[in-house]
């Protein structure tokens, strides 16, 4: 009993769980720039980085809103990256653990 659809549908399962973790990895660099990066320049705007308004302490706010975000969000594709391996993993135990039994 031969599935290659099973396969490549775990296959499937395990390169979304890969690519869940990367985006979020790309995430969490985004919101860690955010944090690190905030520059408010007193004579030029042009070496303004995530500035939106005048004073500082709004623009900590704004920023660190931001990053809540994308810590958030990052934080749900682990997970949803976690379940997809999981996921993966657990059928293909299960499709080898009813081979066993079939095949003894």
Same mark, same amino acid.
């Given at each position: 009993?031969?599935?290659?659809?099973?396969?490549?549908?775990?296959?499937?399962?395990?390169?979304?769980?890969?690519?869940?973790?990367?985006? /979020?990895?790309?995430?969490?660099?985004?919101?860690?720039?955010?944090?690190?990066?905030?520059?408010?320049?007193? &004579?030029t705007s042009s070496m303004n980085n995530y500035v939106y308004v005048g004073g500082?302490?709004?623009?900590?706010?704004?920023?660190?809103?931001?990053? &809540?975000?994308?810590? &958030?969000? /990052?934080?749900?594709?682990?997970?949803?990256? &976690?379940?997809?391996?999981?996921?993966?993993?657990?059928?293909?135990?299960?499709?080898?653990?009813?081979?066993?039994?079939?095949?003894?």
């Amino acid at each position: 009993m031969n599935h290659e659809w099973v396969k490549k549908l775990l296959n499937i399962w395990m390169v979304l769980g890969i690519i869940a973790y990367i985006i /979020s990895g790309v995430l969490i660099n985004r919101g860690w720039d955010r944090l690190s990066n905030y520059y408010q320049s007193e &004579t030029t705007s042009s070496m303004n980085n995530y500035v939106y308004v005048g004073g500082d302490a709004y623009n900590y706010i704004i920023n660190s809103n931001v990053l &809540t975000g994308y810590f &958030t969000l /990052s934080g749900a594709l682990m997970i949803v990256g &976690t379940l997809f391996i999981l996921i993966s993993r657990m059928e293909k135990n299960r499709r080898l653990t009813n081979e066993k039994i079939i095949n003894d």
